[in-house]
């Protein structure tokens, strides 16, 4: 995917207000919905793969996103 088209809202760790690029559901593209989210959601995401690697080596493992979709954005930008 070369472009970010959002298709969907919801909230990452159920506190991060989230847009989300579903065109790709095995692999969904995420950006925060404000500018004064962005680096609490990098240090969030990268916890979250710090404890997937963990999970991983140790138990053999795959956590899930722990995001929850909200709803779907319609063409014209409304819910």
């Known amino acids: 995917m070369d472009s970010f088209t959002i298709?969907?809202?919801g909230w990452f760790?159920?506190?991060?207000p989230?847009?989300?690029d579903m065109r790709d559901e095995s692999?969904?593209?995420?950006?925060?919905r404000h500018w004064f989210f962005e680096p609490f959601l990098?240090?969030?995401d990268a916890l979250f793969s710090a404890a997937d690697y963990v999970?991983?080596?140790?138990?053999?493992?795959?956590?899930?996103?722990?995001?929850l979709i909200t709803?779907?954005?319609?063409a014209d930008g409304a819910p």
Not at 55 to 67: D, H, I, K, N, S
């Open 55 to 67: 999970a991983g080596r140790l138990f053999g493992a795959e956590l899930t996103m722990p995001m």
């Open 13 to 16: 760790f159920y506190i991060i």
């Open 18 to 20: 989230i847009y989300l």
């Open 71 to 74: 709803g779907e954005i319609g």
């Open 7 to 9: 298709t969907h809202k």
């Open 27 to 32: 692999c969904p593209t995420i950006a925060g």
């Open 42 to 44: 990098m240090v969030m």
